[in-house]
């Protein structure tokens, strides 16, 4: 059986972090953490604009993250119990073709009087079948979980927008900008494709710059290395 349509339109996703699952530790949210209380660093940070659109960048992608997998898994349950909208029809020359939407289904088909009964039956029955899906989906909470999932990406890709136009005020802003771009716009981490390596290696600067300014505690045991995952590639972190 022939398949016309094998490239069905995906879920929303929040680019490719959301697929690879888990976060890394952010070289930004490393500074924030660590900054101790009182000192003017943290009274810094805390006014910095900057670091602010940073914590809520880092707060609704990571609700989009857990909203994705939620659709995800519930997206598995109903493909096993509806399965994918589609309609299986046979064409005039005794082949068979599976389609999974209607548009792809009029291509195939196409307009021609003599495949008319043929035609409105094939799009009846997908009708059907994407009844069937879209109830279960409501149902199971699925089509809620794309919705939020879509509203918190959207707010998600706003806040890096702004990110282009809110001054930083202290390192740690300027770190968690670089941070938000190196997440977002990476095709894969460690990318060796410019412009990455270069942005990598200006943050492992800033760090090393900022580095004497922290407590003494502020790169040690397992975020150090989490730190060095991140700079990968060419980059060297700070000793």
């Known amino acids: 059986m022939a398949d016309s349509d094998n490239t069905m339109t995906l879920p929303f996703v929040t680019r490719r972090q959301v697929l690879t699952g888990g976060m890394i530790t952010s070289t930004a949210l490393i500074l924030e953490k660590n900054a101790l209380p009182g000192n003017v660093a943290a009274t810094s940070m805390l006014s910095d604009p900057a670091m602010a659109l940073w914590r ?3 707060m609704t992608r990571g609700s989009a993250e857990r909203h994705c997998r939620r659709q995800q898994r519930l997206e598995t349950k109903l493909v096993e119990s509806v399965g994918f909208p589609r309609v299986t029809v046979r064409l005039p020359n005794g082949e068979d073709v599976t389609v999974h939407s209607i548009e792809t289904l009029n291509e195939v088909l196409g307009k021609g009087p003599d495949i008319a009964a ?7 029955d997908f009708a059907a079948h994407q009844a069937r899906w879209d109830a279960a989906a409501e149902e199971g909470g699925y089509t809620a979980a794309l919705r939020a999932e879509r509203e918190a990406g959207e707010r998600a890709e706003d806040l890096l927008e702004a990110f282009s136009t809110t001054p930083a005020t202290t390192l740690a802003g300027v770190a968690g900008k670089l941070d938000a771009l190196l997440r977002e716009g990476e095709a894969c981490e460690e990318c060796r494709e410019f412009p990455w390596p270069q942005i990598r290696s200006a943050l492992s600067d800033l760090m090393r710059i900022a580095d004497p300014m922290m407590p003494e505690q502020f790169f040690h045991g ?5 730190v060095r995952r991140r700079w990968a590639g060419g980059c060297s972190a700070p000793n």
């Open 56 to 58: 809520e960048w880092e």
């Open 118 to 124: 043929l035609r409105e039956k094939a799009q009846a």
């Open 222 to 226: 397992k975020q150090r290395s989490k």
